[in-house]
Every structure is written in structure tokens, then in C-alpha cells.
T-cell receptor, first 112, second 115 residues
Framework: RKEVEQDPGPFNVPEGATVAFNCTYS??????FFWYRQDCRKEPKLLMS???SGNEDGRFTAQLNRASQYISLLIRDSKLSDSATYLC?????????????FGRGTSLIVHP | DGGITQSPKYLFRKEGQNVTLSCEQN?????MYWYRQDPGQGLRLIYY???????QKGDIAEGYSVSREKKESFPLTVTSAQKNPTAFYLC??????????????FGPGTRLTVL
């Protein structure tokens, strides 16, 4: 089983739709959870950090469920500009250190 | 401007040649990382360093080498032993607090093509 798993998609949604992605992780001792956005042929950029209490930034909401070992990202009122790949990052404990591990990403395509 | 830079943006090399990719940061971050990304794939960790003069292998270190002589710099050498070196290489840096990695900031990446 991979340490961090995401559905690669693509998720194909119309403008204005609400879409949600999940990311599961296998190491229960994991810390430091993030969502990054990556546009085609560009570097990843931080979208938001993920906390147990939840985190909201405008149309984006991220949640952490430690009991079920997953993080989620909810995008409301999707825009064409939201089309990108969304990468989750989890830091499992390995060899005494927490090392960031990326999922393979979920592709989102927002169409008119 | 604070940030992380990688050079060059595109690099072409002949098979069997070693090549070194540059990564520099002026964010005063302790930790630096090298990732490889293949088309349609996520980022795979090659090497990371949490302190000067120390670095650790990631998941796919074979055929690569690094050095961390200065806090600001973490060059990656792709050796001729790397069987499939053509890929997009990303460097990142972050703060580390109490052993936990904070937000990673990425350079623009280097696209290496081995002919």
C-alpha cells in the first residue's frame, strides 16, 4: 500500500460546481498536512495547510480526519482558473524524522 | 526578493555524461529537498538535507548525488548510473520546527533531457 494515495481523476466539472478530493495516508503517526496546486509544467505552490480543526480560505476548505487517516479538499463555486492538479502532502514518521511525502495528484478540469 | 532558484530551466545532455543541477535559496531555511517528477506522476523524493553538511537518501537516490556545504545551496548531480534520467527536477526548501516540516517552497524546476 502506498503511503499517500489520491484518485488521479480527472475530475471534469462545470463552472460553479462544488468538487471534493480526498487523500488517504497509511502512517498513523503522520504530521504536517498540506494541499498544493500544480499547473501544467510548473512547480507546485501551496494552496493551504490542513488542521484537525479544519481550514477555510475563500472557496476552499480543507479538513483532516485522523481517525480515518485522510485529508480532504472542498472547492465551492469552481472557476475555470481552478483547473490544475492538486497534490496532497503528508509527513509520515520515518527514522526519527517527519519527511514530506506527496500523493500523485488529482487532476481537476473545470469547463464552461 | 526572497525565494528559491534553480538553473538552468532546460538542460540537454548526452547519455553517459554526469550533469549537476543548481538550487539556491535565500529564505534562511534549514531543510532542502530534491524531487523528480515524471509525466502524469507525483513528486518522488531523491535526497533531502535538514542541516548543513548532512543529507539523507530519499526513495529514489540511486544514480544521484548531492552536497550541502552551505545553507543556501543544495546541488544535485545526475550521474551516468541513473538509468532513466530524463525528467522534471524540482528543488524545495522549508523551515523545520521541532522536527516537523513547515510549508515547502519550490524552485521553478529544471527539465533534463538525456539524448
Amino acid at each position: 500500500r502506498k503511503e499517500v494515495e489520491q484518485d488521479p481523476g480527472p475530475f471534469n466539472v462545470p463552472e460553479g460546481a462544488t468538487v471534493a478530493f480526498n487523500c488517504t495516508y497509511s502512517n498513523s503517526a503522520s504530521q504536517s498536512f498540506f494541499w498544493y496546486r500544480q499547473d501544467c509544467r510548473k512547480e507546485p505552490k501551496l494552496l493551504m495547510s490542513v488542521y484537525s480543526s479544519g481550514n477555510e480560505d475563500g472557496r476552499f476548505t480543507a479538513q483532516l480526519n485522523r481517525a480515518s487517516q485522510y485529508i480532504s479538499l472542498l472547492i465551492r463555486d469552481s472557476k475555470l482558473s481552478d483547473s490544475a492538479t492538486y497534490l496532497c502532502v503528508v509527513s509520515p514518521l520515518a527514522g526519527g524524522s517527519y519527511i514530506p511525502t506527496f500523493g500523485r495528484g488529482t487532476s481537476l478540469i473545470v469547463h464552461p | 526578493d526572497g525565494g528559491i532558484t534553480q538553473s538552468p530551466k532546460y538542460l540537454f545532455r548526452k547519455e553517459g555524461q554526469n550533469v549537476t543541477l543548481s538550487c539556491e535559496q535565500n529564505l534562511n531555511h534549514d531543510a532542502m529537498y530534491w524531487y523528480r517528477q515524471d509525466p502524469g506522476q507525483g513528486l518522488r523524493l531523491i535526497y533531502y538535507s535538514q542541516i548543513v553538511n548532512d543529507f539523507q537518501k530519499g526513495d529514489i537516490a540511486e544514480g544521484y548525488s548531492v552536497s550541502r556545504e552551505k545553507k543556501e545551496s543544495f546541488p544535485l548531480t545526475v550521474t551516468s548510473a541513473q538509468k532513466n534520467p530524463t525528467a522534471f527536477y524540482l528543488c524545495a526548501s522549508s523551515r523545520v520546527e521541532r522536527g516537523l516540516t513547515d510549508t515547502q517552497y519550490f524552485g521553478p524546476g529544471t527539465r533534463l533531457t538525456v539524448l
